[in-house]
């Protein structure tokens, strides 16, 4: 539902994902882009040029702070 509502606020969506099973439907849904997390080479360029306004996180566990701000500039 955040894909649906990021992109009807005119928002450029990326998802993050820990896998691929998910990026057919993050892109039916709207997103934009779609970036496995567990792949270094893919998240690179988001460290680089860290495009990030609003993080929402959906996971159902605790979360390593530390582990989503490798990839993204907060």
Request: contains cysteine; aromatic residues 4%; proline residues 4%.
């Amino acid at each position: 539902m955040a894909v649906l509502f990021a992109k009807a606020m005119g928002c450029s969506v990326t998802a993050y994902s820990t896998s691929m099973a998910k990026a057919e439907l993050a892109k039916q849904l709207g997103a934009d882009e779609y970036i496995v997390s567990t792949d270094a080479a893919a998240m690179a360029p988001a460290a680089e040029d860290p495009k990030i306004d609003v993080l929402i996180v959906t996971i159902n566990q605790t979360a390593d702070p530390s582990k989503v701000r490798e990839g993204i500039c907060l």
